[in-house]
């Protein structure tokens, strides 16, 4: 079964909008963490936002948010105030961090790509 | 701001040849990670590495691939025998203790087999 599921291959969003990113996960680990990269077409992979099982609030960074859903496994990312910049690959992660206290491997979604249109 | 360095950036080899690609995680880190991610699909984890040893490594990782701290900085990843399908984008990161232990990754390295 796939860990991490990015149902949208690929969004338009207009300029100055906001856009929402879809990522559903399954795990049995009580104890994950989530986050999100993006890639543009220069290829590095930057990493955006994280949300922490246990986190009681949504994560925030900037423009970035996390809308944390746990009972549904969700962890959309929400890009306020969309800018051409802002135009790459989205890929959301989960880190299952039971069984050690850090450094575990990430697992990728198949990503989502963005497309802001001015 | 301190980043992961990746050299080099564009690696082209012929099949059946042995390949390094170099790292420098963050200073500060001590956990370190190689994920490939072939043209067009999603990244996939290969091997993460901590204390000097590995402590992880995925189905990918075989015989012909090591990683190697050789001293205090540098991370590298080695492949013996490169063959067609091993053509990628090859991603270190670092991640250190403390919250959400986020990896840092680099620009990466484009392998290409021929």
């Known amino acids: 079964a796939q860990k991490i599921t990015q149902t949208q291959p690929g969004m338009f969003v207009q300029e100055k909008e906001a856009v929402t990113l879809d990522c559903t996960y399954d795990?049995?680990?009580?104890?994950?963490?989530l986050f999100w990269y993006k890639q543009p077409s220069s290829g590095e992979m930057i990493f955006l936002i994280y949300?922490?099982?246990?986190?009681?609030q949504n994560a925030t960074e900037g423009r970035y948010s996390l809308n944390f859903q746990k009972a549904r496994k969700s962890a959309n990312l929400v890009i306020s105030a969309s800018q051409l910049g802002d135009s790459a690959m989205y890929f959301c992660a989960m880190r299952e961090e039971s069984y050690k206290a850090a450094g575990n491997k990430l697992t990728f979604g198949g990503g989502t790509r963005v497309l802001v249109k001015p | 701001e301190p980043e992961v360095t990746q050299t080099p950036s564009h690696q082209v080899t012929q099949m059946g040849q042995e390949v390094i690609l170099r790292c420098v995680p963050i200073s500060n880190h001590l956990y370190f990670y190689w994920y490939r991610q072939i043209l067009g699909q999603k990244v996939e984890f290969l091997v993460s590495f901590y204390n000097n040893e590995i402590s992880e490594k995925s189905e990918i990782f075989d015989d012909q691939f090591s990683v190697e701290r050789p001293d205090g900085s540098n991370f590298t990843l080695k492949i013996r025998s490169t063959k067609l399908e091993d053509s990628a984008m090859y991603f270190c990161?670092?991640?250190?203790?403390?919250?959400?232990?986020?990896?840092?990754f680099g620009a990466g390295t484009r392998l290409s087999v021929l």
């Open positions: 990161a670092s991640s250190r203790r403390g919250t959400g232990n986020i990896q840092y």
């Open positions: 949300q922490g099982s246990y986190d009681q």
């Open positions: 795990t049995s680990d009580p104890s994950y963490g």
